[in-house]
């Protein structure tokens, strides 16, 4: 695909670049530029035109733009990190390209090439790797996203859109070390149902969530646990994150792929790194009971989150309503498959997978 690239006249000054990055947070600072690529339907069954890199800056939209009113939308998250060989490199974008994909379809949006998808990431690249952080675990955090930008209030999917990246620098997600998070039982919401949108990467399922997270906060916990009370409060996931059990013989138990979660790359990845070393994964429906069980009686030892932001996270506690699960604290297995992880995507460790690829 043809990229025009106009260079940002404006970009952030050296210095306070180089200050953002000493502390960068999580997705609050923005690199100078932004990737896009427009689609039109002219009845034609759409095409994409207008590749181009431009100054970050806000999106012009007509109020009547789908998304705004009925938030068509699908997004991605990923990683990039600059190895000791001077390379940046990000983690299995093809795996992003494809589930951007699925999620476009269950949101009736059109198909991006996985080609242009990662051409996407590396045109980003081009312009703003001096925006990669350094340091333990700090990353550039790329954010490529499609949204619904026709104006028409009618409902049906939108015969213009725009597919984008941003970038934002990103320090480590909790800080450092592993500290174990406190999570919020979610019993008065649910994030996804039987032929919903669960799977897909759409900002509602997040929407739907907040309510939910708002009511962890109140608890003074840190993150959401969804349950499918359909059956039998079988754990789903947490509201970004998937969600892994390791069992006193060293198994590990995560919920299988029903529609209803989302397919995380991390996830995938957590299953090939613990089938590598032997361990036995089995991915079932596994309930909130079978947990709570589980870790009174000792079989269940070991209780993490997994997802791009945050990589791996030990689960400390469960707060169900009145009642407060103690988890074990940070196990072996969680260190040890969170250190190999984030050690091939930093470049510590051989990606023996082929994981990485470059983007500049
Ligand atoms: C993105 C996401 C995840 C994690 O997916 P990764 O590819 O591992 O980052 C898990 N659950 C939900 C709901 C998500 O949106």
């Known amino acids: 695909m043809q990229f025009d690239i106009i260079e940002n006249p404006h970009p952030v000054a050296q210095d306070r670049r180089r200050e953002i990055l000493a502390d960068p947070g999580f997705g609050v600072h923005f690199s100078d530029h932004t990737v896009i690529i427009d689609w039109t339907d002219d009845g034609d069954g759409g095409s994409w035109h207008d590749a181009r890199v431009e100054a970050y800056g806000p999106i012009a939209l007509d109020p009547a733009a789908s998304v705004l009113h009925y938030a068509q939308e699908v997004f991605e998250g990923m990683k990039a990190y600059r190895h000791a060989d001077g390379g940046v490199y990000t983690?299995?974008?093809?795996?992003?390209?494809?589930?951007?994909?699925?999620?476009?379809?269950?949101?009736?949006?059109?198909?991006l090439d996985e080609e242009a998808f990662v051409e996407s990431l590396e045109q980003m690249l081009a312009v703003d790797s001096s925006w990669v952080p350094e340091g333990e675990g700090a990353a550039l955090y790329l954010r490529p996203f499609m949204i619904a930008t026709e104006a028409f209030l009618g409902v049906r999917p939108a015969r213009e859109v725009s597919y984008r990246v941003i970038a934002s620098p990103a320090g480590n997600y909790f800080g450092g070390e592993l500290k174990p998070v406190r999570i919020w039982v979610s019993r008065d919401f649910t994030r996804s149902g039987p032929g919903g949108t669960g799977a897909a990467k759409t900002g509602g399922n997040y929407a739907g969530s907040l309510a939910a997270q708002a009511q962890?906060?109140?608890?003074?916990?840190?993150?959401?646990?969804?349950?499918?009370?359909?059956?039998?409060?079988?754990?789903?996931?947490?509201?970004?994150?998937?969600?892994?059990?390791?069992?006193?013989?060293?198994?590990?138990?995560?919920?299988?792929?029903?529609?209803?979660?989302?397919?995380?790359?991390?996830?995938?990845?957590?299953?090939?790194?613990?089938?590598?070393?032997?361990?036995?994964?089995?991915?079932?429906?596994?309930?909130?009971?079978?947990?709570?069980?589980?870790?009174?009686?000792?079989?269940?030892?070991?209780?993490?989150?997994?997802?791009?932001?945050?990589?791996?996270?030990?689960?400390?506690?469960?707060?169900?309503?009145?009642?407060?699960?103690?988890?074990?604290?940070?196990?072996?297995?969680?260190?040890?498959?969170?250190?190999?992880?984030?050690?091939?995507?930093?470049?510590?460790?051989?990606?023996?997978?082929?994981?990485?690829?470059?983007?500049?």
């Open 91 to 111: 983690f299995r974008p093809r795996a992003n390209a494809a589930r951007m994909n699925r999620s476009a379809a269950r949101m009736a949006l059109p198909q």
């Open 216 to 360: 962890a906060a109140e608890h003074g916990c840190d993150q959401v646990l969804f349950l499918d009370p359909l059956h039998e409060n079988a754990v789903e996931e947490l509201g970004g994150m998937n969600v892994f059990l390791v069992t006193s013989d060293g198994r590990l138990i995560t919920p299988q792929l029903t529609g209803t979660i989302l397919e995380g790359v991390t996830r995938d990845s957590v299953i090939q790194l613990a089938q590598d070393r032997g361990l036995a994964v089995e991915e079932r429906r596994v309930t909130l009971d079978e947990w709570a069980r589980g870790i009174e009686d000792g079989t269940i030892v070991e209780a993490f989150a997994c997802g791009t932001a945050a990589v791996i996270t030990p689960i400390g506690e469960l707060v169900d309503g009145e009642t407060t699960i103690a988890s074990p604290g940070t196990g072996e297995v969680t260190a040890s498959i969170r250190e190999e992880l984030l050690g091939i995507q930093t470049g510590a460790v051989a990606d023996r997978h082929g994981w990485m690829h470059r983007l500049a």
